[in-house]
């Protein structure tokens, strides 16, 4: 990006009191420099292309009339989507990515979009950068498969590793036995990864994901179930981390099924680094019998189906709404942020009534939190932030943090956050402790 443009677009953002961290501050340069300058909060009259930047959520008609001022020459960014008032917004989008938050500095998600695909699928077509293609399949099972995945490779011209592994079932591969593969293949190549199931065929080359450069990019079945049968990840410390984090995952819970544990390994390192990730399209998960499947790029040999991909239909209440709008959701902690103090464990941060709440006062009183504990973490080594639209979410919340043995504080939108939060309330804990100990 110029530096005229670099310039404009911090007067633009600080004119709009935003507050971005590098990695966020990075994909949404990288958008202005692919779409064109930006705007905050609106399309004037006669634009044709640019980065447009939403502050507050649009509801019903507005959100109506804002989508169909679009076209594929904009794109749209929300810098504090992890409010569920822009979620009605962005169900109309197409859902390219997001960013996670980056602690004090940039305490919120960011969420980019637009009308369609089609901008970037010709733009990737020339780029130089190619994944490696790694799968596996169970040792002494149907060799098929994998070959047709292999010669579908070789006609592309893809570098590729394919190999047979020694799996419990003889028939499919369970969670941890493909998170481990996926490890030694990270710390065997050097090149990004694309793993893809064995019974894939590749149409094209799938180079969307290493052109968008992105830390991670995957499927959400139905717009919501996190897919491990196409997973993209960036050579970069934040994808090393996810992948490690839905290793142990799958270790510790081998039985359950690998979407809930890809999506839990998503949810904790999003919260706790600025994970940049793209949801890829549905040409990236093609299963047979798709309307769209000669078109595919990557086509699985799966019938296309209604059901979700996991056995567990209860899985759909917790995190479908969220995950539909690429959030954490409230039954998962928005942000993690952790110091060097180690003397009074862990603190929860519940903000209550987000939904009915100004979207700016939710936005402040995030940052207000997270710049308390940024300037005094008042002997807490870790906080968990969490967003709660209802009162349910609440429960929930408190139940997660009490199973934790965190200290527990519930606060609401445009509540007066001062920089010694943290410290006044473990002042009021050692009081406490004091008559407990000495009444």
Not at 229 to 253: C, F, V
């Amino acid at each position: 990006m110029r530096d005229a443009t670099q310039a404009n677009l911090d007067q633009l953002l600080q004119a709009g009191g935003i507050k971005l961290g590098r990695a966020q501050h990075d994909r949404l340069g990288w958008l202005v420099g692919q779409y064109g300058a930006p705007t905050l909060d609106g399309v004037p009259d006669g634009r044709h292309d640019g980065v447009i930047i939403l502050k507050e959520p649009l509801s019903g008609a507005a959100a109506e009339l804002f989508y169909r001022s679009l076209n594929p020459a904009c794109a749209v960014v929300i810098p504090r989507s992890e409010n569920p008032g822009f979620d009605f917004l962005k169900s109309k989008l197409t859902e390219f990515g997001t960013v996670g938050p980056c602690g004090a500095d940039g305490p919120h998600e960011m969420w980019w979009g637009g009308i369609g695909w089609s901008r970037f699928f010709a733009a990737a077509d020339t780029s130089p950068l190619r994944p490696r293609i790694v799968s596996c399949h169970p040792r002494g099972g149907d060799e098929a498969a994998p070959r047709r995945l292999r010669h579908s490779l070789e006609r592309l011209q893809l570098d590729c590793h394919i190999e047979p592994i020694d799996t419990q079932l003889d028939d499919r591969l369970l969670c941890f036995e493909k998170a481990e593969f996926m490890v030694r293949m990270w710390n065997k190549y050097r090149e990004p990864l694309l793993f893809v199931d064995a019974g894939a065929t590749l149409r094209g080359a799938p180079l969307l994901p290493a052109f968008l450069g992105c830390d991670v990019a995957l499927h959400k079945w139905n717009r919501w179930e996190m897919s491990a049968r196409t997973l993209y990840l960036g050579r970069s410390a934040h994808a090393e981390r996810l992948l490690h984090a839905w290793q142990q995952l799958a270790a510790a819970y081998p039985a359950v099924w690998e979407g809930y544990l890809l999506d839990q390994a998503w949810s904790l390192t999003s919260s706790q680094v600025p994970l940049d990730t793209v949801w890829l399209p549905r040409t990236y998960h093609a299963l047979q019998g798709d309307l769209g499947a000669s078109r595919a790029t990557i086509l699985h040999d799966q019938q296309t189906t209604t059901l979700e991909l996991g056995p567990d239909p209860g899985f759909a209440g917790i995190v479908r709404a969220a995950r539909r709008a690429g959030r954490t959701g409230a039954r998962d902690a928005f942000m993690v942020m952790t110091s060097k103090a180690e003397t009074r464990g862990g603190i929860a941060v519940i903000l209550r009534d987000v939904s009915a709440s100004d979207a700016g006062a939710v936005a402040a009183t995030v940052e207000a939190v997270t710049g308390a504990y940024a300037a005094d973490c008042g002997g807490y080594g870790r906080l968990e932030l969490s967003l709660c639209a209802w009162q349910d979410d609440v429960g929930v919340a408190r139940e997660a943090a009490g199973l934790a043995r965190y200290r527990i504080l519930e606060i609401a939108p445009g509540q007066r956050i001062a920089n010694d939060f943290f410290a006044a309330h473990a002042s009021e804990d050692a009081v406490m402790t004091a008559r407990q100990l000495f009444p």
